[in-house]
């Protein structure tokens, strides 16, 4: 009996046929980015493009429409190379080369370094020739790294809309009630100034009885509403649905916060 390719296999032959974005092309383009250093008065820097034309790049995603290069090296200043600090660079060229996605990662993590230590210095970043980030008496703990991402050609415009039902069909999320909202009216009820995309939003609400700022710190969720009287006090929490009368009680009543979160006080909650 004859076997069959499985889709992964045609798949794999499908793309196997186009080509991948080769560096040599995105060297063609103006695309750099240079990280600066000021340490002590010595000025570092260390140049994306530098590295990648000299240095020997990892190739970590290879495709017709994205490939990323991946390359570390020294911050160097006349020659002379930074004791402590070493940089990585992570650019991913989109298909087309009009727009690339660069990784700035900073490093004090040498394991056999003498004397490992903080470092406080300047930094800034400059992505084709303009300054994009800057820091000012930054401590780097030693045995860290920050890491910041930058766009040459600009960041896409792209929103991301999760299909809820698949991830809650699959278990990779629980079984929400998926006819379960909360308007943008209802947030404003709330005194919500912005709400992100994720199930979870801050605010800041006047109310003058609740702490000596007169401000009550507030978390909520559409399932849950997650109070502190003060913002290192205990969280009450009351699972409910988006129901703004009862939200609207405590915000209205804030001095019978304890007895209106369910009436179980506060539960063993960190921080």
Known sequence: MQARACSGDALAKASGAATPLSLAALLKTSFDAELTVVDSGVTYKASARDLLSSGTP????????????????????????????????NVRAYKGLARVRVAVIVENTWTYEPSPQNVTYDATVSVGGAKVYTLTGLTHYRQARWRKVFWWGGAPEVHVAHDTSYLIASRALPSYDTTVTVSAADLAKLGFTKAS???????????????????????????????????????????????????????????????????????????
């Open 197 to 271: 995309p994720l199930l979870e939003w801050k605010a800041l609400l006047v109310s003058g009885r609740m702490t000596d700022p007169g401000f009550c710190w507030i978390q909520a969720a559409s399932y849950s509403l997650n109070v502190r009287a003060t913002s290192s006090g205990p969280l009450y929490q009351r699972e409910l649905r988006p129901c703004v009368p009862e939200q609207r009680l405590l915000r209205d009543r804030p001095a019978d916060l304890q007895q209106r979160a369910d009436g179980l006080g506060p539960r063993a909650q960190g921080g």
């Open 58 to 89: 990892t190739t970590w995603l290879a495709g017709p429409e994205a490939t990323e290069w991946q390359v570390a090296g020294s911050l160097t200043a006349s020659g002379k190379v930074h004791p402590q600090l070493a940089v990585r660079f």
